[in-house]
């Protein structure tokens, strides 16, 4: 099921990349190729601009596909995984798919944009989706505790999102969630849980490892 709608997923995306690339041939967008054109501290700025601006834009959309008028047109079928794998991050019904596409052409009206920065973006949005949806906590969960660190979100953010269908909206930060007061509020208490699990579990492997081995009788 998640690999076919993400093929579907896929298709979407394609055509509105041949609409986005035509469209700036002649115009349209403020795409650019020449590094002289806006300098190169812009184009070092305008890189994690357009993620903190998409980190918006996915906030507020995916919080409004959860509300009960778009909910089964769009966001419904990326629920059907309760527990997320890899390809769940595309998972989308065509509707969602070209919701979540839209903040490309949206932003490249709105920003200029050197190519090779958008191909940055477009790369470090598709990692962070797959990785968000893993299924396996891969950051060190003390960073949910620190002042920086913790605005990051983590695997068990979103997880819960799928495990519950409501809180828990953003994407790369943990920012609209704690201003709007949409984040879990057992978010910290359960990576703590899985923090103590891990801990058991290498002590028990530590004491099984220093445990003398039987030898059997001849």
Not at 11 to 33: N, P, R, S, T, W
Not at 81 to 94: E, I, L, M, R, V
Not at 200 to 212: C, Q, S
Request: hydrophobic letters at 45%.
């Amino acid at each position: 099921m998640e690999l076919k709608h993400s093929f579907k997923t896929v298709c979407v995306f394609v055509a509105m990349d041949i609409f986005i690339f035509e469209a700036a041939d002649i115009g349209l967008f403020q795409k650019y190729d020449d590094f002289a054109e806006y300098g190169m501290l812009w184009f070092w700025i305008s890189i994690p601009l357009l993620i903190v601006l998409h980190d918006a834009y996915f906030y507020w959309t995916h919080r409004a596909m959860h509300t009960a008028k778009l909910y089964k047109r769009t966001h419904m079928q990326h629920h059907r995984s309760h527990n997320p794998t890899p390809f769940t991050a595309y998972n989308f019904a065509a509707a969602e798919a070209v919701i979540m596409y839209m903040y490309v052409p949206i932003a490249l009206i709105l920003i200029p944009t050197h190519s090779l920065a958008l191909y940055i973006v477009l790369t470090i949005m598709i990692f962070k989706n797959a990785l968000a949806h893993c299924g396996y906590e891969v950051f060190p969960r003390r960073w949910a505790r620190l002042p920086v660190l913790g605005w990051l979100t983590t695997v068990t953010h979103h997880d819960m999102h799928h495990e519950r269908g409501t809180g828990n909206f953003g994407f790369y930060f943990t920012w609209w969630d704690r201003w709007m007061g949409t984040e879990h509020p057992n978010y910290l208490e359960r990576l703590d849980q899985q923090e103590a699990r891990a801990r058991a579990i290498k002590a028990a492997r530590r004491a099984a490892r220093k445990r003398p081995k039987m030898v059997p009788a001849e």
